[in-house]
């Protein structure tokens, strides 16, 4: 059955580094496809993992233009991929209200695919460190503005509260509690909590309701700034 992971979220949230974590843990490289929506973040972008992605034998569409220095972002016509040939799993990083609106022009092939029983998950990432999503209320708010931009229904929240390479388990303890509050007031469950592997074990170390937390997810961090590309990587 074909399944459409759909990440969206405020600018940091992280929806990046999970959608090169859920493509790249796919069973079937050869029929995963990646699409990257991010239309206004032209510095954290799937497309500056290219070659990643080609070395797993994934697919990978970016915007045009992607890291050409071009700022004014289209969306390429082969994202008509996702919907007409047989991939297993296709990861759509959504970005914010661009990439959100970009992706409601396909609501109707969204739809057709679910009546074809397609598996469609548009998972609300949330870093309550980020200023729009450090209540319950504030979380609410963006997350209606971008779902009606997307013509879709959020199913479920992502706790990856961070502070990219200073995040505790303080963090996602923060991010625990305010999207508790948020997941009672909707109705929507939380589908997983993730971090680096010390962190996320400190955190779940602690009592939390299960139905809160989701499943855990390990992140490997594998998007890096440019200082950070520069030291750790290499030019």
Same mark, same amino acid.
């Given at each position: 059955?074909?399944?459409?992971?759909?990440?969206?979220?405020?600018?940091?949230?992280?929806?990046? *580094?999970? @959608?090169?974590? %859920? $493509? /790249?843990?796919?069973?079937?490289?050869?029929?995963? &496809?990646?699409? #990257?929506?991010?239309?206004?973040?032209?510095?954290?972008?799937?497309?500056?993992?290219?070659?990643?992605?080609?070395?797993?034998?994934?697919?990978?569409?970016?915007?045009?233009?992607?890291?050409?220095?071009?700022?004014?972002?289209?969306?390429?016509? *082969?994202? @008509?991929?996702? %919907? $007409? /040939?047989?991939?297993?799993?296709?990861?759509?990083? &959504?970005?914010? #209200?661009?990439?959100?609106?970009?992706?409601?022009?396909?609501?109707?092939?969204?739809?057709?695919?679910?009546?074809?029983?397609?598996?469609?998950?548009?998972?609300?990432?949330?870093?309550?460190?980020?200023?729009?999503?450090?209540?319950?209320?504030?979380?609410?708010?963006?997350?209606?503005?971008?779902?009606?931009?997307?013509?879709?229904?959020?199913?479920?929240?992502?706790?990856?509260?961070?502070?990219?390479?200073?995040?505790?388990?303080?963090?996602?303890?923060?991010?625990?509690?305010?999207?508790?509050?948020?997941?009672?007031?909707?109705?929507?469950?939380?589908?997983?909590?993730?971090?680096?592997?010390?962190?996320?074990?400190?955190?779940?170390?602690?009592?939390?309701?299960?139905?809160?937390?989701?499943?855990?997810?390990?992140?490997?961090?594998?998007?890096?700034?440019?200082?950070?590309?520069?030291?750790?990587?290499?030019?």
């Amino acid at each position: 059955m074909k399944r459409f992971i759909i990440l969206m979220g405020n600018y940091g949230s992280g929806k990046t *580094e999970l @959608a090169m974590h %859920f $493509a /790249l843990m796919a069973p079937n490289p050869a029929k995963t &496809l990646v699409i #990257d929506l991010d239309m206004v973040n032209t510095y954290f972008r799937l497309s500056d993992r290219k070659k990643l992605f080609a070395d797993a034998g994934i697919r990978l569409i970016t915007p045009n233009f992607a890291s050409s220095h071009v700022e004014m972002l289209t969306v390429p016509a *082969e994202i @008509a991929a996702a %919907f $007409a /040939l047989d991939w297993d799993l296709v990861v759509i990083d &959504l970005g914010g #209200d661009a990439g959100a609106a970009a992706l409601g022009q396909y609501k109707p092939k969204l739809l057709q695919a679910q009546r074809e029983g397609a598996d469609i998950q548009l998972y609300n990432v949330v870093n309550t460190n980020r200023p729009m999503a450090g209540t319950p209320a504030k979380l609410i708010r963006l997350m209606g503005d971008m779902e009606r931009k997307a013509r879709w229904n959020v199913t479920g929240f992502i706790n990856n509260t961070n502070m990219s390479y200073e995040t505790t388990a303080e963090d996602l303890e923060s991010g625990y509690e305010i999207i508790k509050q948020a997941a009672e007031e909707t109705g929507l469950p939380v589908a997983y909590t993730s971090g680096k592997t010390d962190v996320l074990d400190a955190f779940l170390a602690g009592e939390h309701d299960p139905k809160y937390v989701g499943q855990p997810l390990y992140l490997e961090k594998r998007m890096h700034r440019d200082w950070d590309t520069l030291t750790k990587e290499g030019v």
